[in-house]
């Protein structure tokens, strides 16, 4: 079955510090989002990436975050100044064909210290 | 605004019983809903899902309800093994936009052996 992976699996970080999250989706697809999950909270959409552009954002996807595809396959999540706040789990996925449902990476997560 | 809510928390069941898990929505134009299940330090992972023109879909142990005029679904698994504990979220695709996922609060079901 296809994968979603994502690296690092964990990263501590200092507060105000930049940090950037990778994945590499599926492969062939148009449709990449983001997605986190606070400990002990739901699972909540941040970004959709669609066609090199974002497509819609969530009221949490502020001036500090931003997403690229740097180089075609990878897909990055970059927090600039990150706050205590942003410690997380952060979800990469990506349907595996039309119509399909959502397959997610692993996750990276995030440490605000 | 929660669009999406599993009101239980927990759950508990003897292995071999029937496990069910239940799911609430407020909003009528949400037309697909998923089950994931995850496992700590894991990414969300594909269960089974349901188109709002059907009330019922089944794949192996695994069986979604749709009751739509009570934006209501469930999720039956039967019969419950040990391997089933996880926290699983229901989830709907937002058709306003890019289909992103609008997930529950989660029910952490644990099967006793």
């Known amino acids: 079955e296809p994968e979603v992976t994502q690296t690092p699996s964990h990263q501590v970080t200092q507060m105000g510090q930049e940090v950037i999250l990778r994945c590499v989706p599926i492969s062939n697809h148009l449709y990449f989002y983001w997605y986190r999950q606070i400990l002990g909270q739901k699972v909540e959409f941040l970004v959709s990436?669609?066609?090199?552009?974002?497509?819609?954002k969530s009221e949490i996807f502020d001036d500090q975050f931003s997403v690229e595809r740097p180089d075609g396959s990878n897909f990055t999540l970059k927090i600039r100044s990150t706050k205590l706040e942003d410690s997380a789990m952060y979800f990469c996925?990506?349907?595996?064909?039309?119509?399909?449902?959502?397959?997610f990476g692993n996750g990276t997560r995030l440490t605000v210290t | 605004d929660q669009q999406v809510k599993q009101n239980s928390p927990s759950l508990s069941v003897q292995e071999g019983r029937i496990s069910i898990l239940n799911c609430d929505y407020t909003n009528s134009m949400f037309d697909y809903f998923l089950w994931y299940k995850k496992y700590p330090a894991e990414g969300p992972t594909f269960l089974i899902s349901?188109?709002?023109?059907?009330d019922k879909n089944e794949d192996g142990r695994f069986t979604v309800f749709l009751n739509k005029s009570a934006k209501h679904l469930s999720l039956h698994i039967v019969p419950s093994q040990p391997g089933d504990s996880a926290v699983y979220f229901c989830?709907?695709?937002?058709?306003?936009?890019?289909?992103?996922?609008?997930f529950g609060t989660g029910t952490r079901l644990k099967v006793l052996a």
């Open positions: 349901i188109s709002s023109i059907k």
């Open positions: 996925a990506s349907p595996t064909g039309p119509n399909s449902p959502l397959h």
């Open positions: 989830a709907a695709s937002d058709p306003s936009g890019t289909y992103k996922y609008i």
């Open positions: 990436f669609y066609n090199n552009e974002i497509s819609e």
